[in-house]
């Protein structure tokens, strides 16, 4: 299984993405079992963690069955793009906004 996992989840991924080229997949082996470090072009971040993160818990559902198959055990990391936690907070902040506007129409009701 040397590097099956790996191209398995470079092929995989460089499918669903509109940035194939900056796809990089690095794959590392210590005492915990294997570990798949994904690196993706930020803009498609979205598209690799999916809606309520599916997509990447599909893959990380896959890799362990490839692992199992091989007695080993695989997990996936994604690497979040410098900047990732900024967009985060801005996304609370448009939710918080949002939360005050409802809040503002129930009051004139």
């Known amino acids: ?9 470079e092929y995989v991924v460089k499918a669903i993405v509109d940035n194939p080229n900056d796809v990089k997949v690095e794959r590392k082996v210590d005492e ?16 690799i963690i999916g809606k309520e993160g599916k997509t990447a818990k599909s893959l990380r559902t896959l890799l362990r069955v490839l692992g199992a198959k091989e007695n080993a055990r695989v997990n996936l990391k994604i690497i979040e793009p410098e900047g990732g936690k900024e967009m985060k907070s801005v996304e609370k902040d ?16």
Request: net charge negative; hydrophobic share 35%; charged share 35%.
């Open 94 to 109: 448009d939710k918080s906004d949002n939360k005050d506007k409802e809040e503002q129409s129930t009051d004139i009701i």
């Open 32 to 47: 915990m079992g294997v570990l798949i470090e994904l690196t993706v072009n930020p803009a498609d971040m979205g598209k």
């Open 1 to 9: 299984m040397a590097d099956q996992d790996k191209n398995f989840v």
